[in-house]
């Protein structure tokens, strides 16, 4: 059973649109967070939350707004999408700010055309 | 900020062979060095950690060691099998933080 739940696992995007990235974990864990992976930067860091407060931004952008409507819920809402934004997006949990280890998501491949 | 590297980018062995994979960091305020495995097209999986209050932990086919004073880790694989080919990745985090670095990643693979 998958303990991350990440959804879409796929999407196409066009230039300019908005999509919206959901993560749910049903690991009982306090923290969570987004990275993103492309070919440009491999593993990148982008947000955490804990119980439900964003903790650290790593993120540019303000095109890019987590969004906690549950302790075991971070969704991830991306806007005015452009091609560079293309990459597969991974959340993660941990039981507690790093003192433990991330368990992550399958991700979700996103393309913007 | 935290910064970390790792060298090789990719390696290519044979079944049966050892690998080594280094990683550094420039933090000195980071106190807990996870690994993690990625498999094509899969999740990214913990394998293995050290505090920063350790030189050197063991599990299975993983030796992993550390060096406080120059900020260095590797990751030694033995007996390497087809089903280890995956990217490795080494991270990095601070006591209090809730941010963890990764480096850029080993492709390995490793050939039957």
């Known amino acids: 059973d998958p303990k991350i739940i990440q959804k879409p696992k796929y999407l196409v995007a066009v230039t300019g649109s908005e999509k919206i990235l959901i993560c749910e974990q049903y690991l009982g864990h306090n923290a969570m967070y987004w990275y993103r992976q492309s070919a440009k930067k491999p593993l990148e860091f982008m947000f955490s939350y804990s119980y439900q407060k964003l903790m650290d931004n790593q993120t540019a952008s303000s095109r890019f707004q987590p969004q906690s409507s549950k302790k075991n819920h971070l969704d991830l809402q991306i806007t005015a999408l452009k091609p560079d934004d293309s990459a597969t997006y991974f959340c993660?949990?941990?039981?507690?700010?790093?003192?433990?280890?991330?368990?992550f998501g399958e991700g979700s491949k996103l393309t913007v055309l | 900020g935290e910064q970390v590297e790792q060298l090789p980018s990719s390696l290519i062995v044979q079944e049966g062979a050892s690998v080594l994979i280094n990683c550094s960091y420039t933090d000195s305020a980071s106190v807990y060095f996870p690994w993690y495995k990625q498999e094509p097209g899969k999740r990214l999986q913990f394998i293995i950690d050290i505090r920063s209050n350790m030189e050197r932990k063991q599990t299975q086919r993983l030796t992993l060691l550390f060096d406080k004073k120059t900020k260095h880790l590797s990751l030694h694989i033995t007996a390497t099998q087809p089903g280890d080919s995956a990217i490795y990745f080494c991270?990095?985090?601070?006591?209090?933080?809730?941010?963890?670095?990764f480096g850029s990643g080993t492709r390995l693979l490793v050939s039957p």
């Open positions: 993660a949990s941990s039981q507690a700010r790093n003192t433990g280890q991330l368990y």
């Open positions: 991270s990095a985090a601070r006591t209090g933080g809730y941010k963890v670095v």
